[in-house]
Every structure is written in C-alpha cells, then in structure tokens.
C-alpha cells in the first residue's frame, strides 16, 4: 500500500548509513511501490553539493548498495528525479532558508537525523527557528542515544523543547527486523505459547546476538562505547522486552511501549559475578582489536555475556542470559526459550533428559524452531529424541514473501505512517540506561580489563562458565 507523498529530508544525507541503508532502502521501497513519485528526498550536509551531484552519489550509493533492484534503470531514474540536496550548517544559519523553501507545507515533512547525537539539540532548534517544527513534521533519530542517562535526559529534552514526544521517533533497528515483529505474532497471536511463557515453565532464557565482523572502522566511535553500550543497552533490552513483557492490551505503540518500560523497571542490578566482558584478539590473519582502534591499552569490550533477572511475578525465578560480541564464530542472532523438564520421566533414566526448545531466529536464516520430543523410530524400545518442528519463513512462505524489506525500510515507511509502535520512547530509553549505567561504572571503578579471545571463537571462556556453573549450557553459535 503505497504512502501519501512526503518530503524526506535526511540530515547527514551523504554520511555512512544514508549511503548505505537510508537511500537504498528508499529505493527498493520506490520499486515496490510503496513511494510515489511525487514524494521529495532531500539530502541535507555540510558538503558543498548541488542537486545533480547529490543524485549522481546517491546512483553510486544504490550501485552498491542496492541489491536486486539497482538493475532497474527506469526505475532508477525516476528515483533520482526525486531528490535533491542543500547545504546546510547544523550550528550556523547556512541553508536553513533554502531548505525551508523547498520542503512543502501541507504535507508530512519528516526529517532524519543520521548524525551524530552532539547536533540533535542544534537540528532541532534551527528547524524551529525556520519553522519547519509545527505538527506537519517529525524527526527521525538514530542511536547511539546518548552514552548514559545524563546524556540521554540532556538529549530527549533538547528534543523536547521544540517537538511533543509524538513526533520523535528513535531508531532501533532491530525492532525493524522481520523475526522481532513476528515474535509478538508468535507470543500474542496462538494460544499454544502464552500460558507456558512464565517461570513455572520455562528454565532460562538466552539471547545471542553474534557477529563474524570486526569494529571495522568504526573503532573511533566504538572504542568510546563498547558492546554493552553498541548492542546491549539497545538491541538486547528491546529483544528482551519483547519477549518478556506482558501481553499489551493493544497493538498500539503506548500499550506496547508502556509494557516494555515496565520490564525495563523490574531489571534487578546484575552481580559482578554474572558479567563477562571480553576483546577479541588477532589470528594470524586479522588484526586484533587494539589494532584496529589503535588504542594498545584500550580496555573496551567488543563481548558481553550476563545473567540477569527481572523481579516481577511472571519470571521470579528464571534467568535471562544475554551475551553479544564481534569476531565470533559465526554471525548468529537468536532467542532461544528453553522450557524445563517434564516434572516426571515415565521412560527411565535410560531415556535421557529432553526439553523443548523455542527458538527465534533473527538471522541470517529468519524462522522459528521448536524442538520437540518423541520417539526415535525403530525397534530399538522407548528411546526418546529431539526434532525440530522448523519454520523458516523462506521455506513455509515460499522465496517471494520471504523477501522482507530491510529493518530501515520497513521504519522509514512507518515514520510516514506516524506509527510510532517499533521506536523507542523517550522513557524507555532512559530507564534502559539507568540499568546499564552502574554496570558500565563498576568496571570503571575496579579497572576491569577484559578477557582476550580468539578472533573466530564464540568468546572467552568464562562465558561458557557463567551458564556451566548453573548446570546449563549456551546453545552452539552456528
Ligand atoms: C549497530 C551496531 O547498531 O548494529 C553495530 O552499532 C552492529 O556495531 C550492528 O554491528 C548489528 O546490526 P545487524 O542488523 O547487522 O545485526
């Protein structure tokens, strides 16, 4: 269903991720056609551009970026006619007439802000000051928000000076992602899961987010944050919420945000015992993480592992595990709810221990699994097994509707849409800090070095100790 026509304006609009998520994405949902051509993108930095050169870098961007799409050229061109760019100055008065003459009055005007969280506050003033700020507008912020609660209040209340919290939409783009929506669907929409999702039924919870890339070049802003505060404090808590909140009245996004912040405010602060940082080595082959950031004393992690637990009657008594890291194995994200024994073996020792294993897979292969137990076939007496009931999208939906947009995509058309349900509220964000915080302040206040692993390991080995010593074990990265 296509949008009404918009004017985009992306601030930072030749930087890194406009080149290769905001502008691609845009693209692809153009070809689908979901954009009309009547909708206006326009790029806005400090660059001296004009607009055929903005449209030839954004050609190149889509070239690279752009996937199947990019091989159609008509297409392309229509695209490009679409967009143009003004030179704009986030702390001087440079362009803010021009942009504000050519964005239009009566439409939705959505501004994104893929910049860095120091010229947020400055956007949003001058967007007010050439009144561009009145209800026809939103604003589109990315993440990092802030670094800790202080920056984030500081953040969300520059932000608030000229815009209500209904038009502020804060990004995290795993709440685009195709399998988190569905794990509401999966939660909210059988009837099969939910009397079982509690601490009567389900021993643990584990989260893995793991990555095969490095910091990349990104080591300047990464070495200032860390995993805890790169993955943890955003894309983990809101997987987290979503699979440990309490069914939400409504799909509607305060129904949904409200329950979120709930499970948020229940976070018991974790022990130092039950957290594991690490930093990845070099193999011979790739450089190891101090290299990369060329900081040799650095004590930034690039691996988090942690057991935490949220006090509230439904999961008293079941523990989280979360764990994320760069270089590991293999590039694996997934939820895995791991119910408990039957209370009672009729089949005898002999039979082995079992249990069902819910399993939601983010990527690469988006699906869900269910692990269920029965009887090894054969003559060979009652001896138990267990087999994946396998849903993975692209084989029960066949490759077509597989295809899912890109977690950018789909949250772009939902700024349009001015549904705010997959961003982050303002609330949610500090209360996520405020658990982070003393987490990142105790290692300070100890001087923790992190642990060194392999490059192409699944971590140090303490992580695997911090469910060893629980009697349970990490689910295999692969
Ligand atoms: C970003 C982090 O938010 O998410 C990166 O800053 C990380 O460090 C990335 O690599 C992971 O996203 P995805 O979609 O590739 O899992």
């Not at 992306?10 to 692809?28: C, E, M, Q, S, V």
């Not at 910049?115 to 956007?123: A, I, K, S, T, Y």
């Not at 992580?463 to 009697?471: I, K, S, V």
Request: net charge negative; proline share 5%; glycine share 10%.
């Amino acid at each position: 269903i296509p949008v009404e026509p918009f004017d985009l304006v992306i601030f930072g609009g030749t930087g890194d991720l406009a080149r290769r998520k905001i502008l691609p994405g845009l693209f692809r949902r153009f070809v689908a056609g979901q954009i009309e051509p009547e909708a206006r993108i326009i790029g806005a930095a400090r660059s001296e551009l004009d607009d055929a050169g903005y449209r030839a870098f954004v050609g190149e961007a889509i070239a690279d970026f752009g996937g199947n799409e990019t091989r159609q050229k008509k297409k392309l061109k229509s695209f490009l006619d679409m967009l143009g760019y003004v030179t704009v100055d986030a702390k001087g008065d440079t362009g803010w007439e021009e942009l504000a003459e050519r964005v239009t009055d009566d439409r939705i005007r959505a501004f994104y802000f893929s910049v860095g969280p120091g010229l947020f506050g400055d956007l949003a003033k001058r967007l007010h000051k050439h009144g561009m700020a009145d209800a026809q507008s939103r604003i589109v912020v990315e993440k990092p928000f802030g670094r800790d609660l202080e920056s984030a209040r500081d953040l969300n209340r520059g932000l608030a000076q000229h815009f209500d919290e209904s038009q502020i939409y804060r990004i995290d783009h795993y709440l685009g992602k195709e399998t988190v929506q569905n794990l509401m669907a999966v939660r909210f929409g059988n009837m099969l899961f939910e009397p079982l999702w509690n601490s009567q039924y389900v021993d643990h919870i584990q989260i893995t987010v793991a990555e095969t890339v490095g910091v990349g070049d990104r080591g300047g802003y990464y070495d200032k944050s860390g995993a805890m505060r790169d993955m943890v404090q955003n894309h983990m808590m809101q997987l987290l919420c979503l699979i440990a909140m309490e069914p939400p009245a409504k799909f509607d996004p305060d129904a949904v945000r409200d329950e979120k912040l709930k499970v948020i405010r229940a976070l018991d602060p974790v022990e130092k015992d039950d957290l594991v940082r690490g930093q990845y080595e070099g193999d011979g082959t790739q450089p190891g993480y101090r290299n990369q950031v060329e900081n040799r004393d650095s004590t930034t992690e690039s691996f988090v592992a942690l057991k935490l637990h949220i006090s509230n009657w439904r999961w008293a008594g079941t523990p989280f595990y979360l764990r994320t890291g760069k270089r590991l194995r293999e590039r694996a994200s997934e939820i895995a709810v791991v119910f408990k024994d039957t209370p009672h073996s009729i089949f005898g020792p002999e039979a082995g221990n079992h249990r069902n294993i819910l399993t939601i897979k983010l990527q690469p292969n988006e699906g869900i699994e269910l692990g269920v137990t029965i009887k090894e076939p054969g003559p060979g007496g009652m001896r138990l097994v267990d087999v994946p009931l396998d849903m993975t999208f692209a084989e029960a939906l066949g490759p077509e509707e597989a295809d899912f947009p890109d977690a950018y995509e789909r949250l772009i058309m939902d700024v349009i849409r001015g549904n705010q349900t997959l961003f982050m509220r303002g609330d949610e964000v500090e209360a996520a800090w405020a658990w982070t915080d003393p987490i990142i302040a105790g290692w300070q206040d100890r001087g923790d070095v992190p642990l060194a692993y392999t490059s192409g390991s699944s971590g140090p080995d303490d992580a695997l100790m911090l469910m060893h010593r629980d009697g349970r074990r990490w689910r295999e990265i692969k």
